[in-house]
């Protein structure tokens, strides 16, 4: 069975950076075809796609944010982790991580979300 | 790049039909697949439609998902509305380098 979790601080200032990590079982990032992205809904708004890292570490960006992200795994630990720097209150929103099982496949699994907020 | 563009809101009486458009800007609908989810307040959203018209298992077949080239559009339909059918929807795709989510449509059932 797969399961994402995603975890990391409630309550950032703002421009500070912000780490979020999803942990996840049930699946390797290194199999063929596999990838995890981050998508994130702020309060009363779209889902904003993010960033996604695939089974070979290959790595996309949202192009308007991505001078502020990394996404980087750590295989052994079955973890993705987001960095985006230089937070704002414009980042409040609740992160989601999401599987996808091949590249351009839909996103089958997710976790429970992570709701950050960004206030001094 | 490229977007998707939703209907704000759309509304219907339980058992009518409804349909949500998602045109896309910056390239064809049909050279990538497009998903729908159903996304509810305070749940992570759930497939009910991917690769154009495919639906996952669990999904009714009250759900179904098309695309029109010639208006460059994908369409998600549901027909026989129940009042569980009411929640926001999204539609996404991709190109080589990014994806992408509509802005979402409300589904109000009346």
């Known amino acids: 069975q797969i399961t994402l979790k995603e975890s990391g601080p409630t309550l950032v200032k703002p421009t500070q950076t912000l780490t979020l990590t999803c942990t996840f079982s049930?699946?390797?990032?290194?199999?063929?075809?596999?990838?995890v992205d981050w998508i994130r809904q702020p309060p009363g708004k779209a889902l904003e796609w993010l960033a996604l890292?695939?089974?070979?570490?290959?790595?996309r960006y949202s192009p308007s944010l991505k001078n502020r992200l990394t996404i980087t795994r750590d295989t052994s630990k079955n973890q993705v982790v987001l960095t985006m720097t230089y937070m704002d209150p414009l980042d409040t929103a609740t992160y989601y991580c999401?599987?996808?099982?091949?590249?351009?496949?839909?996103?089958?699994?997710w976790g429970q979300g992570a709701l950050v907020t960004v206030s001094s | 790049n490229f977007m998707l563009t939703q209907p704000h809101s759309v509304s219907a009486y339980p058992g009518k039909t409804v349909t949500i458009s998602c045109t896309r800007s910056?390239?064809?609908?049909?050279?990538?697949?497009v998903q729908w989810y159903q996304k509810r307040p305070g749940s992570a959203p759930t497939t009910v439609i991917y690769?154009?018209?495919?639906?996952p298992s669990g999904v009714p077949d009250r759900f179904s998902g098309s695309v029109d080239t010639s208006s460059n559009s994908a369409s998600l339909t549901i027909s026989g509305l129940k009042t569980e059918d009411e929640a926001d929807y999204y539609c996404?795709?991709?190109?080589?380098?990014?994806?992408?989510f509509g802005g979402g449509t409300r589904l109000t059932v009346l």
């Open positions: 996404q795709s991709h190109d080589i380098t990014t994806r992408v």
């Open positions: 999401g599987h996808k099982a091949n590249t351009y496949g839909h996103f089958d699994y």
């Open positions: 910056g390239g064809s609908i049909a050279s990538n697949y």
């Open positions: 690769e154009d018209t495919a639906r």
């Open positions: 049930g699946f390797s990032l290194t199999s063929t075809g596999v990838a």
């Open positions: 890292i695939y089974w070979d570490d290959d790595k």
